[in-house]
């Protein structure tokens, strides 16, 4: 399975997208628009090793609950993304049994390097 979890409103999934240059056997899906299911999430944990590694410690809702403060525990940070959709680090792309999480420059050119092989 090709599948690139995002937001269509975010310019940096927007920029990451365009510079990937996806082929059309990858499915997008607008986190947005449809949200992420207990069972999709399950499977990004799976192939990331944990709830952590795919949550956003720059959501505006994380600041303003003032989480960076409390003691959260992969059932809270599970809990937390599938409450809502700012909580994911964006884009994740699953490759078969390789996943992507996030923007940061080596995250992309690994994706990109993976895309192209």
Do not use: W
């Not at 090709?2 to 997208?17: A, M, N, P, Q």
């Not at 949200?35 to 720059?58: C, H, P, V, W």
């Not at 699953?94 to 996943?99: E, K, P, Q, S, V």
């Amino acid at each position: 399975m090709k599948k690139l979890y995002h937001l269509s409103t975010c310019d940096t999934c927007k920029r990451i997208i365009a510079a990937l240059d996806l082929s059309s056997d990858v499915v997008l899906q607008d986190i947005k628009n449809e949200s992420i299911t207990i069972a999709q999430l399950e499977e990004m944990q799976e192939l990331a090793g944990s709830y952590e590694a795919l949550f956003s410690k720059r959501a505006r809702l994380y600041k303003e609950r003032d989480l960076k403060n409390k003691a959260l525990t992969e059932g809270d940070y599970k809990g937390l993304i599938l409450e809502h959709y700012t909580f994911l680090k964006r884009p994740v792309l699953i490759l078969d049994t390789t996943i992507f999480v996030g923007n940061a420059k080596k995250t992309i050119e690994a994706a990109q390097v993976a895309l192209t092989a």
